[in-house]
């Protein structure tokens, strides 16, 4: 099964989708940095990098030849960190997704963003992102306010009668801690998706709906049987008097029946050396600790025994309070590049190329690699299963 990326970033899609079953024929990408990423990595994976607008590239020449697009479109528009200007955001592309879908005629597409995306206030562009998936070939006539257009795409929706090309579209939101393939990711990061496959083939899409990993059971190893505390070679401390009702409460549950535990920041990085302030490791790549962390009200760092906030960009550099380790007597520290590739469950051995903050940037705008596999795993499955691959 072939497959093209657009807006790929450092990577994390790419990689899920990979692992999922994918053989990624091109990954296109603007942004210098997250180029040389890819490059420095792609002799492990054969794929062919495209530095360059995506609006610059012509993608007919793939038509009929490749079975999945997917892609990042730039969050900066819907992050709830952002300017929130969505349609009127000149780094909106979602429309040259739109048109890279009708362009390719790809049997499965994924497309995702942040939470944002769901607010209300962007309801009407939401439902308009649905629908140009969903009609790829109904185009903004020029001149055209996008609202008209939705207008427009909503009536033929309601009829149900179109005959040209067209996609059956699952927008869902997923938080990746409770959500990925494998062990799962150490992170509360939540990404919506848009998930199509072309109606002609007579398919259904099938997302997971049943959560992977669970906060009750993490709990329950936790202040309940102990476990968590014992793996990790340290001594139980007492239950937070917040947690101590619902403990109470997992005392009578069947630890079997709860699943399989969230991870956290300490299962994900406990193992990596404390290599001190502005210092760097010398075998592990992108790790060292930038010094100068601390929070900022509404912005404080993730415990090390919960699954992690979400990582953040930052629109000038890194977020003060966001990408930091927060210790139990209160203090923090920023978290390394190599840290943070591990909460977006990237491998040991894949590189950031890039300065502290570029690298930071690119891993504050990645999707989980489990998370994208678990998505990715249920399209391929999809496909197989109807013999269209």
């Not at 040259?96 to 879908?101: G, I, L, S």
């Not at 977020?319 to 209160?330: H, K, M, Y």
Request: glycine share 8%; net charge positive.
């Amino acid at each position: 099964m072939k497959s093209i990326e657009l807006f790929a970033g450092a990577g994390g899609l790419a990689l899920g989708v990979e692992a999922a079953g994918f053989e990624n024929v091109a990954l296109y990408e603007w942004n210098h940095n997250a180029c040389d990423t890819l490059r420095r990595n792609r002799t492990q994976h054969g794929w062919e990098v495209v530095e360059g607008d995506v609006a610059d590239q012509d993608f007919r020449p793939f038509r009929d030849e490749i079975d999945l697009v997917t892609g990042g479109p730039p969050c900066q528009p819907f992050s709830m960190g952002g300017k929130h200007k969505a349609q009127n955001d000149k780094r909106d592309m979602f429309p040259q997704a739109v048109r890279v879908v009708r362009d390719i005629r790809p049997k499965a597409f994924i497309f995702e963003n942040v939470k944002g995306l769901t607010r209300r206030s962007f309801a009407n562009y939401f439902s308009y992102i649905r629908l140009q998936f969903s009609y790829p070939t109904i185009t903004a006539k020029r001149g055209e306010e996008w609202m008209s257009h939705l207008a427009r795409l909503e009536a033929l929706d309601s009829k149900c009668s179109f005959r040209g090309l067209t996609y059956k579209v699952i927008p869902r939101l997923f938080n990746s801690a409770l959500y990925g393939a494998g062990p799962g990711v150490p992170q509360r990061r939540e990404r919506v998706f848009f998930v199509g496959v072309r109606s002609d083939l007579g398919l259904e899409v099938n997302l997971p709906t049943e959560e992977t990993h669970s906060v009750d059971a993490l709990l329950h190893d936790q202040w309940v049987s102990n476990v968590y505390w014992h793996r990790h070679k340290l001594k139980v401390p007492t239950v937070p008097e917040k947690l101590a009702r619902k403990v109470e409460r997992l005392q009578d549950y069947n630890r079997d029946m709860l699943g399989t535990a969230c991870r956290t920041v300490r299962d994900a990085i406990s193992d990596l050396p404390n290599v001190g302030p502005g210092r760097r490791s010398r075998s592990i790549p992108n790790h060292f600790f930038n010094p100068g962390a601390r929070s900022y009200a509404g912005h404080t760092g993730s415990p090390y025994d919960q699954p992690a906030k979400t990582l953040k960009a930052g629109d000038h550099g890194v977020p003060g309070g966001e990408n930091t380790l927060q210790f139990a007597d209160g203090s923090v520290r920023y978290f390394s590049i190599r840290e943070c590739a591990r909460l977006q469950t990237f491998p040991d051995d894949w590189i950031i190329e890039g300065s502290w903050t570029e690298g930071m940037r690119q891993l504050g705008n990645a999707v989980p690699v489990k998370l994208a596999q678990l998505v990715a795993e249920s399209v391929a499955g999809t496909l197989k299963k109807a013999g269209n691959v």
